[in-house]
């Protein structure tokens, strides 16, 4: 339950402070889409990955894997408890 506390704030957090950085323009001459930041699968998968294993090296890989590391956790986690 802890661990899910922890992981719902980080999510919050992350969403919180990318939707501050970005200015808002108003300017209609031109219109600039700037995709940046982490995304909530990766920062999910992040979170995930670092509390199995403790390592930054596999947490950073399963942050640019996403969605995709999310899924196999699923996968293998079932397999896990069964």
């Not at 704030?9 to 940046?36: M, Q, R, V």
């Not at 930054?56 to 995709?68: C, H, K, P, R």
């Amino acid at each position: 339950m802890k661990l899910l506390l922890k992981t719902l704030l980080f999510i919050i957090f992350l969403t919180a402070n990318s939707t501050l950085l970005f200015a808002h323009d108003t300017n209609e001459t031109s219109h600039t889409i700037i995709n940046g930041g982490i995304g909530i699968g990766s920062a999910l998968a992040i979170v995930i990955c670092w509390s199995r294993t403790e390592s930054v090296l596999t947490s950073i890989l399963a942050g640019i894997f996403g969605w995709l590391y999310v899924i196999y956790y699923l996968i293998v986690r079932e397999k896990e408890n069964g």
